[in-house]
């Protein structure tokens, strides 16, 4: 039971990240219809850009942990922001009139280009970083075991819960989120009747690299240990976690999340930790089979 | 930000002055500024289990200032030069072309036959930029030009000769002479796919040397990812199901023949039709539960099956060893002559040659030549059949075909079923070639790979994914001298690539059914992979 609980802390954590990076995949394929395959690879930028930060705040002398968390936590998502602006403004838009195949190669293209890239400026080798955020409380304690939740998992916990409900209200009750649901419904009327559909598409790219900034940052913080291969593994299965939610669907890219996350660490705590992977892709495949939607997703009216 | 968006934007449209040249490259220069201050101006050093930053702002603004000079020069010559060009005349005229042609084996030829050329230009430009390693990269550059030349003068040659070829046998009498009516440019045109495959038949004999033995098998290495385009192709391109697991079928076809050979010790030649089948037959189990899916829910549970494939293949210890790949597998033989120094039943033995090592290399490039032909040769039979023109009604509009009786079932599972037989004869090459094979090679990357050959060809054309194939594979094997930046200029130039030509390297396509008369369309009337 307390191993369950453990377990169930655990996932929740790992499923939060995954959610974070899902949203972002989920909001570009609501709006222009396009697996944004260089999203997980924007999440590995964000967690180096978070990690070079900290070492720059260490290195002018700021430690007192919540100011140096709060600012690598802006800064990195201003700079990661940049990122995913840049890619959209070169690899998709001059693109978004042409057949759907096209932005998916450039995707996969610009995604080859970061990782070769960011091994370049910052070479192949493990960046560990010692542990930021220490400590913990524990919950339930037997002979056999201690259920402990550490504080770095109630901050993934807490930042996660906090940004999807400013995320929920900033696109159900702005002005921004209108205009985006208003793009992803129909993109000519939308312009026709005064929304600037450049420019909301780059800020949903600018915000679905925000949230993998956020991601990146809190995987750092989690494991300590990143490389520029991160990107991938981390990618695929944030796209799994939004496919499975059903694509499109805000709610569900976290439920997918979550529930991708539960499966992982659940498969590796029972069974073994080598077949996880694959445990976590056959849900995906049965759902689909009886789902072909995903879990919240719209069904999809067949036209002729 | 918002306000960098609308200049951006703005500026290509508004007017044309350099001062908004000027404005467009300054704004571009303080993005990449933002982009690089970070991740290029502070370096992690590993010291001792920790990290230390080194400063490198310098480098972060040169970078800048390198995008911002692109930007400028891209504005002020390309871009706004372009719009105003396209209304005039055609870029190159024919005695331009034959002029370049002249000029280029001129070049070409001095540079790659004369040894001390491009020596003499090396230590020159050493000497100008005072550093030696100027030395090696105007070595480099010239070896890649001159290899360019070259190669676009045999091409060319190879061109003029077959169109030659077709005007005798049409002044003889033999063949039809239909395109009597067109221009000499457009003639020799249409000769480019023959032409290249008489290169490919004379290549052997074409590059002799040292060389051959390292030609020849980036050769074979093409090839086999044109032969894995084209059976992509069949899926992605004609039947309209975008495959990102493709690799997963590639992998069962080399690992069939790798345990067969190494267990029972059968023949590459017995190994080969049922390695096709075992892929296909993986296709078909693969594609049964797919069937309901359609576009990106189908493209992410073929990524899925193709990674749990592979991680099916690196922990299932006891059957393929695991990340140590299986070795030792056995080559392929010559009608049951090896190709050993020494041994009873050799090649070299049998036909009294002196023992040379480029004797097999030769031998596999002509076995995949001839495996890639076949699926080329199958793909077209099969698109002028029923089922080929069901896959293609499929691509064009599913709902339509199921209200003319055409059963979805069936012409999905085959269009998989096949595409993956053809994956499969070209892993038990792979196999057989590499002599080894682990879970590393049949990663996500490669499926990724073959997606963007068939999808940068011309999603559909035959012709497209061989220049595509050549374009990337080749491409890459030029650049190794440039190790670490290989990657990056692979993954950069699929980006403008893609860009450039959305459609596509070949952007028209051959109607397979006509009325009256043949003629291309163009690519943009054909729809894409929806699934």
Redesign the interface.
Known sequence: MEYFIQQLINGITLGSIYGLIAIGYTMVYGIIGMINFAHGDIFMVGAFIALILFLFLVSLGIFAVPVALLVVLLLGMFFTSIWGWTLERIAYRPLRTSFRLAPLITAIGMSIVLQNFVQLAQDARVKPLPPVVRGGYTLLQSEAFTVTLSNIQILIIVTTTALMMVFSYVITKTSLGRAQRACEQDRVMASLVGVNVDRVISLTFVMGAALAAVAGLMYLLYYGVIDFFIGFVAGIKAFTAAVLGGIGSLPGAMLGGLIIGLIEVFWAGYFTTQYKDVAAFSILVIVLIFLPSGLLGKPEIEKV | ??EA??G??GARTADDSIGSAVKDAVITGL?AF??F????G???E?AQ?????VNRLGLAVALAALAAGVRLLLDLFFWRGARARAASEPLLPAGSIILLLGLSYIIGAYFFIVPGASEGLATAAADIFGAEEWRARTRIAIQLLSFAFLAAFVVLTAMGLVLIARRALRLAGIGAGREASKSFLAELGAQFGLALLVIAVVLPLLVVGPQQRYALETASQVLTYIMLGWGLNVV?GLAGL?DLGYVAFYAVGAYSYALIGTQFGWSFWVCLPLAGMFAALWGIILGF??L???G??L???T???G??IR??L??WYSLTNGPNGISRIPRVTFFGLDFDRNGENTFHGFFGLEFDGVHRVIFMYYIILCLALLVNFVTMRLRKLPIGRAWEALRE?E??CRSLGINTVTTKLTAFAIGAMFAGFAGSFFATRQGFISPESFT?HES?LV??IV??GG?GSQLGIVIAAVALIGSGELFRDLE??R??I??????AI??WR??GFVSSRMPTVVLNERRAISG?HV????G
């Open positions: 930000m918002a968006v609308g951006v934007i993005i933002l982009l201050v970070v991740i290029v502070l370096k992690t590993n289990e920790r990290l230390v930053l992605v975008l539960p797919v309901r899916l359609r990106d829910y493209a992410i549970v990524l899925a099956f990674e749990i991680i099916v690196l922990n509009d709902i339509a996500f990724a997606l963007a999808v940068l999603l670490e930046y990657m990056l692979f993954g950069a130039s699929m980006v893609m860009v959305p459609r943009s729809k894409e992979g929806a």
